[in-house]
Nanobody, 123 residues
C-alpha cells in the first residue's frame, strides 16, 4: 500500500523539542521532493520545510528557520523534522507530502499526504 505515515507528535512545553517522522511505504521517497506542512485551527495549511530529491537542498519558512531541521534516512525510507525551541505558535497538525515540484507552496502540486500528527506546545 502506497502511503505516508507521520509520527512523533505530542504535547511539549515551550522551549522543548520533538522529532517528527514521515515513513513511506509502497514506494521510494528518493524519487520525490518532500514538503512538511502544518495547519493550525482556523488557519490555512502552511508550508514550513522542503527537502529535494537529491537531499542536497532544503528550505525553511522564516517562522521556523534556525529551529527546525529536515533530513532524510534513505535506509529507513523516512523523512524527519527535528523541531527545537518550540513555541506555542508552533501548535498545529503537521503533515508531510510528496511532490515533483521542489518546495512548491501550491498544495495541489503535492500528490500524496500523510494523515498528520498533532503537535501541541503548551505549559
Amino acid at each position: 500500500q502506497v502511503q505516508l505515515v507521520e509520527s512523533g507528535g505530542g504535547l511539549v512545553q515551550p522551549g522543548g523539542s520533538l522529532r517528527l517522522s514521515c515513513a513511506a511505504s509502497g514506494f521510494t521517497l528518493d524519487a520525490y521532493h518532500i514538503g512538511w506542512f502544518r495547519q493550525a485551527p482556523g488557519k490555512e495549511r502552511e508550508k514550513i520545510s522542503c527537502s529535494s530529491r537529491s537531499d542536497q537542498n532544503t528550505n525553511y519558512a522564516d517562522s521556523v528557520k534556525g529551529r527546525f531541521t529536515i533530513s532524510r534516512d534513505k535506509g529507513k525510507n523516512t523523512v524527519y523534522l527535528q523541531m527545537n525551541s518550540l513555541k506555542p505558535e508552533d501548535t498545529a497538525v503537521y503533515y508531510c507530502a510528496t511532490t515533483y515540484y521542489y518546495c512548491s507552496s501550491d498544495v495541489q502540486r503535492y500528490t500524496l499526504w500523510g494523515q498528520g500528527t498533532q503537535v501541541t506546545v503548551s505549559s
